[in-house]
């Protein structure tokens, strides 16, 4: 498999536990969505939403060549 190089942004308090706000990785291996967080120190126990060029994406979802995801907290409140 060749490389596969996805950009990743961060949104809000998740840009201080990843140490960026948008990113190109390069991954060697196929990588599924909900795998993502754990590359950027996110972690698993943190409410998110991800979504893969501007929709929702299960975690299942095997990421492809070229995708842009974008890993956002859930908030809350009124």
Avoid at 17 to 38: C, D, N, R, T, Y
Wanted: proline content about 8%; overall charge neutral.
């Amino acid at each position: 498999m060749e490389a596969m190089k996805v950009t990743v942004k961060i949104i809000g308090p998740f840009i201080y536990e990843a140490g960026f706000s948008e990113k190109e990785l390069e991954f060697q291996k196929p990588v599924k969505a909900g795998e993502l967080p754990a590359y950027v120190n996110i972690p698993e126990s943190r409410a998110k939403i991800i979504t893969r060029n501007g929709r929702a994406v299960s975690p299942q979802e095997e990421l492809k060549d070229g995708d842009r995801i974008v890993i956002c907290p859930i908030y809350s409140g009124g």
